[in-house]
């Protein structure tokens, strides 16, 4: 009878743990994911690679962000590209042409077209928003990327305006980083996919250094994104976020 009753001890001992837990709470992940990139301004030195069907192309940028409504980047490789500017103001883009010397507007749909030929378009260069404020976030399942453990969270608007309508996410349980992304529209097609390469420590904070972007609706191997430097809450002078420094 003493037998028994330890035998019961031992099992209802080891799955009262398990039957105590909770699902871990998205929309807090969701939160950390955010202040792990959070800060006032970044600047972001960065290679952008676009591996087409037959050849590849490289471009380099330098980006200067403030908040989640002012951007302003700046091509300084290829030769071809150097001198092209971009500057975002909430919700307006405007792009510099050297060689034609003329600004003009991206909006609308122009926005979700791609830029430089890449698997990334205009949005996803410009956006900063935190993802707490445009979606909820539900767990629904633990897997292992890149030999970290990660929590698997779906992604559901809680606004109009996103540029994704779900996403899927694995997020580093203890970095809180996403490595790896699959982006769905209103219909429930895949659009696009993200997969981290490489993570680093830089600024005092882990980042991912290395990203493959590849566009579900197109061919081609897809574009890496490697940040070789990044800078956080550093000061950036105001007119940086002017139309006038687009032709400077």
Known sequence: MKALKLLIMVIFGCLWPAMGQTEPNGDEILIKVDRSMASKTKVIVAKMIVHGRRASR??????????????????????RERGTKMLKIGKKLWMYSPSADRTILIAGHMLRQSMMGSDLSYEDIMEDKKLHDLYQAKVIGEEKYLDRPCWVMQLTPKVKDVTYYSRKMWVDKDRHIILKEEMYGKSGRLLKEAYVEDVKVMGGRWVATRSLFKDALKSGKGTEFIIEDIKFDVKIPPYIFSKAALRR
């Not at 490289?58 to 030769?79: H, N, Q, T």
């Open 58 to 79: 490289s471009f380099r940028m330098k980006a200067w962000i403030e908040g989640d409504e002012k951007a302003f980047v700046e091509f300084l490789d290829p030769p």
